[in-house]
């Protein structure tokens, strides 16, 4: 049975980065994982079968202009133990944090060729907000894929006007460290695409929840 928990100390933080360098395609430094890690334990996840580490979740949360953000930053789950929804698994606790901690939406990028995690991704309801030109080191185009959390309407702006004229993605404010986000400053907008709503179901524990 794998078990899930969440990080407790630097002492996972190897195992941590070495099942992101074997899988992921961009390389990241020591100081990208304590930055993401350090900051915001509770939104690191591992998956164990027994002693072995097989998957593992690393994100953030914070303000983004006018939005409270989450922010997906790597997800891995080795191959042997790939079909088994652990991945879905690692994100939906993720998501649930992010929600209760007030999260308007999630973002992440992935690269437009990654089947898998976009297929995943559309299955709990995030959109294709935006395709950002040879985004990764390795040349490739990334979708920038966000969830957004239904909240109750404001009372104080009935005609839901709040941010029209106002594009969040084109922001030029940020405190991150990776390459990701080096880029977000320099990112060639291919301008908003038709949002496509891939997904078929949502995720029940905070669909609806307006809370
Ligand atoms: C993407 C990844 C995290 C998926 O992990 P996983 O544990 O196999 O995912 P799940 O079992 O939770 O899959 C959930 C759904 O995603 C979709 N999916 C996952 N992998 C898929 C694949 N290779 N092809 C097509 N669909 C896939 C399916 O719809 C699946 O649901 P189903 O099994 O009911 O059909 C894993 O393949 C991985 O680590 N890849 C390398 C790293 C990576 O690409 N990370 C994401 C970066 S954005």
């Given at each position: 049975?794998?078990?899930?928990?969440?990080?407790?100390?630097?002492?996972?933080?190897?195992?941590?980065?070495?099942?992101?360098?074997?899988?992921?395609?961009?390389?990241?430094?020591?100081?990208t994982?304590?930055y993401f890690?350090?900051l915001w334990?509770?939104?690191?996840?591992?998956?164990?079968?027994?002693?072995?580490?097989?998957?593992?979740?690393?994100c953030k949360m914070g303000q983004h202009r006018n939005t409270f953000r989450g922010y997906?930053a790597?997800?891995?789950?080795?191959?042997?133990?790939?079909?088994?929804?652990?991945?879905?698994?690692?994100?939906?606790?993720?998501?649930?944090?992010?929600?209760?901690?007030?999260?308007?939406e999630?973002t992440l990028e992935?690269?437009?060729?990654?089947?898998?995690?976009?297929?995943?991704?559309?299955?709990?309801?995030?959109?294709?907000?935006k395709?950002l030109?040879?985004y990764?080191?390795?040349?490739?185009?990334?979708?920038r894929?966000?969830?957004?959390?239904?909240?109750?309407?404001?009372?104080?702006?009935?005609?839901?006007?709040?941010?029209?004229?106002?594009d969040v993605d084109h922001g030029h404010v940020h405190h991150d460290c990776t390459h990701h986000q080096h880029h977000e400053d320099q990112e060639?907008?291919?301008?908003?695409?038709?949002?496509?709503?891939?997904?078929?179901?949502?995720?029940?524990?905070?669909?609806?929840?307006?809370?």
């Amino acid at each position: 049975m794998i078990q899930y928990v969440s990080y407790k100390d630097e002492t996972q933080l190897e195992t941590i980065m070495s099942l992101i360098d074997q899988e992921l395609s961009e390389p990241y430094s020591i100081f990208t994982y304590r930055y993401f890690i350090t900051l915001w334990p509770d939104l690191c996840f591992m998956a164990f079968d027994g002693d072995n580490c097989v998957g593992t979740i690393v994100c953030k949360m914070g303000q983004h202009r006018n939005t409270f953000r989450g922010y997906i930053a790597m997800l891995v789950v080795i191959k042997p133990y790939r079909g088994k929804g652990i991945a879905t698994e690692l994100v939906t606790r993720c998501i649930q944090v992010m929600h209760d901690s007030g999260c308007d939406e999630v973002t992440l990028e992935a690269e437009v060729t990654n089947k898998g995690a976009l297929a995943l991704y559309g299955n709990l309801g995030f959109i294709r907000a935006k395709r950002l030109h040879r985004y990764y080191l390795n040349g490739v185009d990334a979708f920038r894929l966000k969830l957004l959390f239904p909240r109750p309407p404001d009372p104080n702006n009935l005609f839901g006007l709040a941010g029209v004229g106002h594009d969040v993605d084109h922001g030029h404010v940020h405190h991150d460290c990776t390459h990701h986000q080096h880029h977000e400053d320099q990112e060639q907008c291919a301008g908003n695409e038709h949002p496509h709503v891939g997904h078929t179901h949502h995720h029940p524990r905070w669909e609806g929840d307006n809370s």
